[in-house]
């Protein structure tokens, strides 16, 4: 059972940066193996997908957030990050993180993050 940990949300200003981790506990023994991702939910909005990268280290990004966003990972420490730049308003959402590993999944708790004047 992996348990992955959001943290790092909060609230931004239009135009700020914000850096998310998600740090996997419990018993993993191939962190590096599992592809990874952040989604994010809005009120009334289905959960999407913001961005992922693989076991290879491939990322991919949600048109909405291209050029803004960066996606990493750090094996040795089993956490992935992603960093938040150039905010919007849109932007404002619970932020995710999943793992994933053959046919296995899994969900954090998710992180708020609010952009508003």
């Known amino acids: 059972q992996v348990h992955p940990v959001e943290s790092g949300g909060g609230l931004v ?10 740090a996997a506990s419990g018993k993993i023994f191939s962190f590096y193996l599992m592809d990874l991702g952040w989604y994010r939910q809005a009120p009334g909005k289905q959960r999407e997908l913001v961005a992922a990268i693989t076991s290879g280290g491939s990322t991919n990004y949600a048109d909405s957030v291209k050029g803004r966003f960066s996606i990493s990972r750090d094996n040795a420490e089993n956490t992935m990050y992603l960093q938040m730049n150039s905010l919007k308003p849109e932007d404002t959402a ?13 969900w954090g708790q998710g992180t708020q993050v609010t952009v508003s004047s």
């Not at 619970?94 to 899994?106: A, D, E, M």
């Open 13 to 22: 200003q239009p135009g700020g940066s914000l850096r998310l981790s998600c």
């Open 94 to 106: 619970v932020y995710y993180c999943n793992t994933r590993i053959g046919s296995l999944q899994f």
